[in-house]
């Protein structure tokens, strides 16, 4: 993360609902981050045309997906970010269908791709209690340093199901865009919010 280039920050939006609280929250994140001087993006999952994997192992033996979508087009522009913020909602105590389907796509992808980004996370969940997300979150602890990353930071916005919810809580919010800050300044902190 050192060095005068410009900081690129990619933040994916795993919810089907527009300006719901994953997408607010994503948003502060990447405010946090232009305030400290990044460069920042926001790709909405839904918005993209990205098919399941298939399990034909194709990836592995060719390095490309037999998919025609938009992953590949999406990967790169991860690629070019050094710091990657992740939002998915907790549908069911996991992520949304959109987001494990972006996440099952990782499977045949280079490790390079992914070594040394720097991972935000972040999840609202309708529920008041951490203990619902607990899946969604472990699911992340085990592939973000499978993949080379390092879990910068999770923001867990609890008790928030209506859309925009989330803008009532202007603690988690101001929390959000902190981190975004410091994923880019390089501050040390707890990775729990």
């Known amino acids: 993360m050192e060095g005068s280039k410009q900081k690129r920050v990619i933040g994916i939006v795993g919810s089907p609902r527009r300006n719901g609280n994953t997408e607010i929250l994503v948003d502060e994140v990447l405010a946090g981050a232009e305030e400290a001087g990044a460069q ?5 999952l839904n918005d993209l ?3 399941p994997c298939q399990a034909c192992n194709t990836c592995l033996k ?7 979508d ?13 710091v990657w ?21 990782w499977y045949g992808v280079k490790k390079t791709v992914f070594r040394g980004r720097r991972v935000i996370l972040v999840i ?16 992340f602890e085990d592939i973000l340093p499978y993949q080379g990353m390092e879990h910068f930071a999770t923001v867990l916005a609890l008790g928030v199901e209506s ?11 101001a929390k959000a ?16 919010i």
């Open 163 to 173: 859309r925009g919810e989330v803008r009532g809580h202007t603690n988690v919010l």
């Open 177 to 192: 865009r902190r981190i975004g800050r410091e994923a880019i300044s390089g501050t040390i902190h707890s990775k729990k």
């Open 62 to 68: 060719t390095g490309e997906c037999v998919q025609q």
């Open 40 to 44: 920042t993006k926001k790709i909405t």
């Open 85 to 105: 913020v992740f939002g998915t909602p907790i549908y069911w105590w996991g992520p949304t269908a959109q987001f494990k389907a972006f996440i099952d796509r």
């Open 49 to 51: 045309n990205i098919a």
């Open 70 to 82: 938009d992953m590949a087009k999406l990967l790169e522009k991860m690629e070019s970010s050094q």
């Open 124 to 139: 609202p969940l309708a529920w008041g209690d951490p203990y619902y997300a607990r899946h969604t979150v472990g699911m």
